[in-house]
């Protein structure tokens, strides 16, 4: 008889543990939201190439200044999309081509949160109940260079996260991460070309 | 006196099937170098010096240096697409001549190197480092024409948590290998031996 309740204290301490541990893995959402101050531009708001020529796209997405592998391949392939659609170029690829331009475009994600880990970590100790919000920004610097000729622009943007229990920015829609990353980059991408092509950068 | 024992029994049991838990959930990762990408730096070295077209040859590492595992906090980066990082080396030299239209394998300008230093130290609280080494040996039509070690250190914030500073660590090594290549695509002796004539300005 003893050895029965040892066996189901042993069993009950086990349940515990091992449910005290998943409720610490906790799900807890993050909801990402992409700033207005950046305007939509599609291919309507560029202006019209007279002479389309053939392009390299460089790009390198940075994370504190550092190159970030994986966040590269995920949205090169959108930039060279965005370039391709804007109509502004005869061709578009990401190796060299004779008499091609160059489009060099680098995106740095910058914490603009004081000690973001840290407030993530209260949040997940708290079960998600103490919600926080933090700011990533976007800085982009692009230039187009042909013929010894060398235009360039910068980019600013912002996605703010909130995670828990915590309300996000007045007048902004809720995103899931993986949509609201893909927006702020090809709002990025398309307002960098059309302030290269207002700067006359195409002609 | 029992009674005492069968509470820290219970304890041991609670603790050792936590800890398993914690384990568990929290994941021991081993994971793969992240495909490597072209620096746009070296690209733009590169593509500053447009004339001589180079072909990559073996790349291996040498003795007791950590080919194919390397730790960080309990997790694992592994090796890149033959599961070594003398592999990674390789990978990351043709990525970046490609970028630049500057590989061909058929080139009698060739490429060999050796790994000769592989450290990840992402085990630090505040500022984590990756100090990569390797040989580089050009060679034209056989002759030896560039024969050079070079080291690459490269530093990035890290964090006590180690949900942060683990992928900090996996992301910052192929930014480490970036610096690496970077060291060979920047020497004045690799450019000359690699007959890299600089591009005129309108040429650009």
Redesign the interface.
Same mark, same amino acid.
């Given at each position: 008889m003893i050895a029965i309740r040892?066996k189901a204290?042993?069993l009950r301490?086990?349940f !515990?543990?091992?449910f =005290?541990?998943?409720s610490?893995?906790g799900c807890i959402s993050a909801k990402m939201y992409v700033d207005s101050g950046l305007p939509n531009v599609s291919k309507s708001d560029l202006p019209v190439a007279p002479h389309p020529e053939p392009v390299q796209v460089? !790009?390198?997405f940075r994370?504190?200044g550092? *190159?970030? =592998?994986?966040a %590269? *391949?995920r949205i =090169?392939p959108r930039v060279i999309a965005a370039a391709t659609e804007s109509g502004l170029f005869a061709q578009v690829s $990401? %190796?060299?081509h004779d008499g091609a331009g160059?489009l060099?475009i680098?995106i740095d994600n910058v914490p603009l949160t004081d000690n973001a =880990?840290a407030k993530g !970590?209260g949040t997940g100790l708290t079960f998600g109940l103490a919600g926080s919000i933090v700011t990533d920004g976007y800085i982009c610097t692009a230039s187009y %260079?042909r $013929? $010894?000729r060398t235009t360039e622009t910068t980019v600013k943007h912002s996605i703010y996260t909130t995670i828990g229990n915590h309300e996000g920015p007045k007048g902004l829609a809720a995103m899931e991460p993986q949509a609201a990353v893909n927006l702020a980059m090809d709002q990025i991408t398309w307002n960098a070309l059309k302030q290269l092509a207002d700067k006359h950068a195409f002609d | 006196m029992l009674s005492t024992d069968?509470v820290t029994?219970?304890?041991s049991?609670?603790?050792i099937?936590?800890l398993i838990?914690?384990l568990m @959930?929290g994941g021991c990762v081993s994971q793969p170098a992240?495909?490597?990408?072209a620096?746009?730096d070296n690209?733009?070295v590169l @593509?500053a010096h447009p004339t001589g077209k180079l072909s990559v040859g073996s790349v291996d590492a040498a003795a007791g240096v950590a080919n194919r595992h390397l730790s960080i906090r309990g997790s694992e980066l592994t090796g890149g697409p033959d599961g070594t990082f003398a592999g990674y080396l390789r990978d990351a030299l043709m990525t970046e001549l490609?970028?630049?239209?500057r590989l061909d394998p058929a080139s009698t300008t060739r490429i060999d190197g050796t790994l000769t230093h592989n450290e990840l130290d992402g085990g630090a609280v505040k500022n984590a480092k990756a100090v990569l080494g390797a040989r580089f040996i050009v060679t034209k039509d056989g002759e030896t024409v560039y024969d050079k070690t070079l080291t690459a250190t490269?530093q990035?914030?890290s964090?006590f948590?180690g949900a942060?500073a683990i992928p900090a660590a996996f992301?910052?090594y192929?930014?480490a290998m970036?610096k690496l290549v970077a060291k060979l695509f920047n020497d004045p002796e690799f450019i000359q031996a690699a007959d890299m004539a600089p591009a005129t300005?309108?040429?650009?």
């Open positions: 040892q204290r042993l301490a086990a !515990f543990a091992v =005290a541990c998943l610490l893995s460089l !790009f390198e994370t504190k550092n *190159a970030n =592998a994986n %590269t *391949a =090169a $990401g %190796t060299p160059i060099k680098v =880990a !970590f %260079t $013929g $010894g | 069968m029994r219970h304890r049991v609670a603790a099937v936590c838990s914690m @959930l992240m495909t490597y990408q620096s746009i690209t733009e @593509l490609k970028a630049a239209g490269h990035w914030e964090s948590i942060i992301q910052n192929p930014a970036q300005a309108a040429a650009r």
